[in-house]
């Protein structure tokens, strides 16, 4: 079979950017066989000096401080957007305008009319996308997609997702754009929420409509002093008002009749990226902790009562598992769920076939959060 080579290039250099690069620079070493291999030829980032860095690290001849650069290059055939949320519409909708595939991380913009005029473009240039909804790229949440779907814990009954991280939690954590609505969006809910909110879909289902609640728990953090990366601290800085969400809780009523919770925190002290879901149904459980990512919680059974929990370690039998491991329990990691969101991105401009999160999973996402947004302003349940 004929490999394509397909010229990628990178927008926006923080942490995301790099665990990009990594993705694409492992892409042929766990699936060889693909039909595309990526050639990273450009790195973008307006940080001096932080392109230029980069593309030393990965062996990339072309480094820019100017996106739009990158965009106007004839030669590139895909675009990776790892920049903050409020550039996603423009940028994201200028790469597909262009006629390059795009790659762009959650929440594609501030609010659903971002993500859906990105999802425009995607549909009115023929252009395929993906989005970084890298926990639905584990094989174990793969294999619960699979064990729910055929009944094999009976009819969904309830479902509760949790994603608790303790990233902001510190007082001095630095006032980046994540805490500005304009720049930032919806806190929480646009960084763990939509996560949240793209699993609950991926395994349960459409959502009919939501009832939710919202709190700001550190109103103030210091402004940094200069560029930052990641989740840095800034203490003795200036103060400036946090304007969006540090918590979210939501109740959910799915169209199939069951019902879901959902609820995030970017503030949770003693948790460190603590994500997962439970699913019961009538004749079963099934449990995933991201901090053990390889194994499923497991209740099946005719008992009803006193129905014993198994753990279950996936295998190379579960989604794309047998890439990485020979054999079941082996470690996965996080960075390998973005080289197969990498891998089935280049898979689908090669084939013109979607795979894996598309903008439109990103659109559905936004949705949710919208509505969840709806909700707290009308102190009631809205329809999705």
């Known amino acids: 079979m004929s490999v394509t080579t397909l010229r990628v290039a990178i927008v926006g250099f923080g942490w995301m950017g790099r665990v990009h690069a990594q993705a694409y620079s492992r892409v042929r070493h766990h699936f060889p066989d693909g039909p595309a291999h990526p050639e990273l030829v450009a790195i973008a980032d307006d940080v001096p000096g932080r392109a230029e860095a980069a593309a030393r690290q990965f062996g990339v001849s072309a480094a820019v401080t100017d996106w739009r650069a990158v965009v106007a290059d004839p030669s590139i055939d895909a675009v990776s957007v790892t920049a903050p949320n409020f ?8 790469v597909l305008d262009s006629g390059k595939h795009l790659w762009i991380e959650k929440p594609v913009g501030l609010n659903a009319s971002d993500a859906q005029a990105v999802a425009d473009a995607a549909a009115a240039n023929g252009r395929q996308t ?14 619960a997609r699979e064990l729910i779907a055929s009944g094999g814990i009976g009819s969904v009954t309830h479902a509760r997702f949790r994603f608790f991280s303790d990233y902001a ?24 929420g939509s996560h949240g909110a ?25 402004e940094p002093s200069g560029a930052t990366s990641g989740h840095q601290l800034a203490s003795g800085g200036r103060l400036g008002p946090v304007e969006n969400e540090d ?8 169209r199939s009749g069951g019902r879901c919770v959902l609820e995030a925190s970017r503030v949770a002290v003693g948790e460190q990226n603590s994500y997962g879901f439970e699913v019961h149904g009538t004749r079963g459980l099934v449990r995933w902790d991201y901090r053990r990512m390889g194994e499923l919680e497991l209740a099946q ?15 190379p039998g579960s989604g794309d598992y047998a890439a990485f491991q020979p ?7 996080y960075d390998d769920l973005k080289v197969i969101e990498a891998q089935r991105f280049l898979r689908s401009i090669a084939t013109g076939v979607p795979e894996g999160a598309t903008v439109t999973d990103a659109v559905r996402s936004a949705r949710t959060l919208d509505a969840m947004t ?4 009308k102190g009631a349940w809205v329809t999705v």
Do not use: K
């Open 130 to 143: 993906a989005v970084g909804f890298n926990y639905r790229n584990a094989p174990a949440v793969q294999e």
């Open 87 to 94: 550039l996603h519409r423009e940028i994201g909708c200028a």
């Open 247 to 254: 918590y979210v809780s939501a109740q959910l009523r799915l």
């Open 327 to 333: 054999g079941a329990a082996n470690p996965m990691s």
């Open 374 to 377: 709806a909700s707290i302003e």
């Open 198 to 222: 793209d699993l609950a879909w991926y395994l349960l289902g459409d959502v009919d409509s939501l009832a939710a609640d919202t709190a700001v728990f550190i109103p103030q953090r210091p």
């Open 169 to 192: 939690a510190h007082p001095d954590g630095a006032l980046t754009w994540r805490y500005q609505r304009a720049r930032g969006g919806n806190g929480v809910l646009g960084d763990l």
């Open 301 to 315: 059974g005719e008992r009803y009562q006193d129905e014993p929990v198994s753990a279950v370690h996936v295998g």
